[in-house]
């Protein structure tokens, strides 16, 4: 495992930096294969061109978001949007990938064949604003979506929820304008925490426990009974607050010109 990270460390330093000659005798003395050596010369300036384009599409993608959050804070008085994080997948990822697949390693094959290369994850504060952000996002008139597929009102097996999209994004360059895919992930605080955890405890550990699934997936449902809960509580005090809210405008309505004067 130790050898397969050195590897992979190798190749991404070769993939991201300027090839400089200690940096190429590292990777081939540790890749000493004639395949390993034509892929890297036949595919380094594309592959860097293209992780640069969905490092771009993230950018894009995310820019969207925050302008929805700042947009719905200034309509409604909070923030639909916890954090927000994002990610180009590491070349050792992508490589694990295509051979699983079969497929074979190029710029091509990645584009064709890979949806998940540009990720970005919303992190909400209830479950309602990840469909608000969704549609929102989806009305725009330069997305177009790709695949959704909602592991909330369907939750895998283990308990995993979450809203998936794969939308394709323009980017625009020098010269010209690209689409580019880029996966988003919708989900609340609890979401959040449950699969962040889960795949923490599971990630790469051969255990098969009937007993430790079925505590992982009630930990899951129990996180998702908290999410409902927490949601209706946010509309009973929303629901509280209108007639407040109603009195303070009949108030404001009344006095002169419709302004409360700053000395008053």
Known sequence: ???????????????????????????????????????????????????????CALMEVETKFRVLNEQFSLAHDRNPIESIKTRVKSLESITEKLNRRNLPFSTQSIEENLTDIAGIR???????????????LLEQDDITLIQRKDYIENPKENGYRSLHLIVEVPIFLEHKKKMMKVEVQLRTIAMDFWASLEHKLKYKKDIASDQLTAD????????????????????????????????????????????????Q
């Open 122 to 136: 919303i992190i909400c504060s209830f479950r309602e604003d990840i469909y608000f952000l969704a549609d929102c």
């Open 1 to 55: 495992m130790e050898q397969r990270k050195k590897i992979f460390g190798a190749l991404d330093d070769l993939m991201r930096s300027p090839i400089g000659d200690r940096l190429r005798e590292r990777v081939f003395r540790e890749l000493s294969t004639k395949e390993i050596h034509d892929l890297l010369q036949r595919e380094q300036k594309p592959y860097k061109e293209l992780m640069a384009y969905y490092q």
């Open 216 to 263: 992982l997936k009630k930990c899951a449902d129990e996180s998702a009974a908290l999410d409902l809960k927490m949601d209706a509580i946010r509309k009973e005090i929303e629901v509280l607050k209108a007639p407040e809210a109603k009195a303070i405008g009949r108030e404001v309505k009344h006095l002169p010109g419709g302004i409360l004067n700053e000395n």
